[in-house]
């Protein structure tokens, strides 16, 4: 028995369930009385981070010799094309004020809520981690990164929607008049015409997703001891 595969699974279902069920407003509400908000999130960052730090190292030891699919030599190249969007999504929604975001609430108070990389969608760090999971999972295509890339996958896409959710309870009417004008899912307010797309808003989100991925890609061999091109 592959010890590291089977600690990847058990960290990766763990830094799932923790981040959903800590999250979740009985949980939270119960600890915040307990810790007081700062503590909570003390506790919570701490939880999240033995349990990424766990699955890294199990993964890095794991072997990838049970291989559950393959698409060729070509898709190795797939990470090329999806991480620029990806990083480019993770850092405007770093760069935007993101009403979602623990402690910028009061964005929801702003005439335009929405700017940036939000006009395509209300949570681009979680997409943007979804990207990153789901063209990795893809390309790899084995045991271990099925059970790595795919925590962070769904965690990512089960995560923003229990925001969603956690969101529409806590600030009612604020948050209904953020998420009239944004959308869950890339690019479908803007499709259905409640957004547009402002260019010149994605200048500073390009720029560092762009440096971002070069950056990457320079470091990618001797982070991860893999050439991506």
Not at 3 to 18: K, N, R
Not at 21 to 27: D, E, H, N, T
Not at 30 to 36: H, I, K, N
Request: glycine share 10%.
């Amino acid at each position: 028995m592959d010890t590291a595969l089977v600690v990847t699974g058990i960290a990766g279902v763990a830094f799932c369930v923790s981040h959903l069920g800590l999250s979740s407003r009985q949980a939270r509400g119960r600890l915040v009385d307990f810790l007081g908000e700062k503590g909570f999130l003390g506790f919570y960052t701490l939880v999240a981070l033995l349990t990424l730090a766990a699955m890294i190292v199990a993964y890095a030891k794991a072997a990838h010799t049970v291989q559950l699919w393959w698409l060729g030599l070509g898709a190795r190249h797939l990470p090329l094309l999806v991480m620029p969007v990806a990083l480019t999504l993770i850092a405007g929604g770093i760069i935007a004020p993101n009403p979602s975001v623990t402690g910028m609430e009061n964005a929801l108070d702003r005439p335009d809520p929405a700017r940036g990389v939000l006009r395509i969608t209300r949570h681009p760090m979680m997409w943007g981690i979804a990207l990153w999971a789901a063209v990795h999972l893809l390309v790899n295509g084995d045991l271990a990164s099925l059970l790595f890339f795919g925590s962070f996958l769904l965690t990512a896409v089960l995560g923003s929607l229990h925001l969603d959710d956690r969101m529409r309870i806590a600030h009612g009417e604020r948050w209904q008049r953020f998420a009239a004008v944004t959308s869950y899912l890339p690019f479908a307010a803007i499709l259905r015409g409640r957004q547009t797309l402002v260019w010149s808003e994605l200048r500073r989100p390009v720029g560092w997703g762009v440096g971002l991925f070069a950056l990457l890609l320079l470091l990618h061999p001797y982070l991860f001891g893999v050439r991506p091109y």
